[in-house]
């Protein structure tokens, strides 16, 4: 089976498409930031392959980002072929949606662990089923996930992606969730900011976010400052894979830019925040029984909508371990 055909500006952008798409670009008001026209958006890096796929059916959930994956049973172990062929697919769609996966959490963690170790969460007891988290949802414990961010980007090697399977949906509201592409958002920034920020690196922390803050005693807190403590990386990080550049921030857990003047440290980075909120790098996943989400936290962001209290909202995730941003 093979996928839809790739739109013409898959196409990787070289200077000249860029500049043709920028020739677009229409400003309003001085001094605010704004942008009237068309975005690059590259689904595949240069010389990166994307389709066709011959072991199921690949269906684009837009011209960028997230695709659903149809035609195959994860409670089988995959063969070589269809492993290499859905890995594939995530360096090229960054987010996969499986629909109808009645699947254990045990075949939630095989399927995961195909791409790397499996990790439980950075915050949880080790123990013989902690690696795969379940997250309960409810009246006494809302979904605080609704902000732009990667996963665990204070440790020094933040996971590399996630699988998450939905046990119990909420009687209203869906808490969807989205995806935002990293790489998309550099890529349509200005020549001159790509200078300014080449080379810069971050501090990043997760102290100051109040689901931690509030949620741990001042016992727990210190134990796990100095457990992790802050970790720089980079600004701009490159993805292992593909090569493509991404940008490799969040507004909760990134502190500052190492080495700046703090009010200008703190103004850049609430520009470049921004970035990643445009509709046109985002992609939104509605959430149904037996549904299952695996995405590359190397490459995109995601939020979860809050949209369901005081409802219960039951989901179990397998992070698969990573390596040190560069």
């Not at 796929?53 to 049973?73: Q, T, W």
């Not at 195909?114 to 795969?132: C, K, M, N, Y």
């Not at 349509?188 to 200078?195: H, P, R, V, Y």
């Not at 509605?286 to 549904?291: F, I, T």
């Amino acid at each position: 089976m093979t996928a839809s055909p790739s739109p013409a500006h898959d196409a990787p952008g070289g200077p000249g498409e860029l500049a043709a798409i920028r020739s677009l670009v229409r400003h309003g008001i001085d001094g605010r930031e704004d942008h009237h026209g068309p975005r690059l958006l590259r689904r595949l890096a240069d010389g990166q392959q994307g389709g066709p796929y011959r072991s199921f059916e690949v269906r684009p959930h837009g011209p960028l980002i997230g695709a659903e994956i149809a035609g195959i049973d994860l409670r089988s172990p995959l063969t070589p072929e269809v492993f290499a062929e859905v890995d594939r697919a995530l360096l090229e769609h960054k987010v996969l949606f499986f629909r109808d996966q009645d699947v254990t959490p045990e075949q939630q963690r095989a399927f995961a662990s195909r791409w790397g170790e499996i990790e439980g969460h950075p915050f949880l007891p080790a123990g013989t089923s902690q690696d795969v988290v379940r997250l309960e949802k409810g009246s006494a414990n809302p979904g605080f996930e609704n902000v732009w961010h990667y996963d665990f980007p204070w440790i020094a090697n933040p996971p590399m992606g996630a699988v998450l399977r939905m046990v119990e949906m909420p009687e209203t509201g869906g808490g969807d969730t989205l995806f935002s592409d990293a790489a998309a958002a550099y890529d349509n920034l200005s020549d001159a900011m790509k200078s300014r920020i080449e080379g810069l690196r971050t501090v990043n922390d997760f102290t100051p976010s109040a689901n931690y803050r509030e949620l741990m005693t001042e016992e727990q807190r210190r134990h796990f400052q100095q457990k992790y403590p802050p970790v720089e990386h980079p600004l701009v990080r490159t993805h292992p894979r593909t090569g493509r550049k991404t940008l490799f921030l969040t507004s909760i857990f990134t502190t500052r830019i190492a080495g700046m003047d703090p009010d200008e440290s703190e103004e850049l980075l609430r520009f470049l925040f921004r970035q990643l909120q445009y509709p046109e790098y985002q992609v939104r996943f509605r959430w149904a029984p037996k549904s299952m989400v695996f995405w590359d936290n190397r490459a995109v962001q995601h939020y979860a909508c809050s949209d369901y209290h005081p409802h219960r909202r039951v989901v179990d995730r397998a992070a698969i371990a990573g390596d040190r941003p560069f």
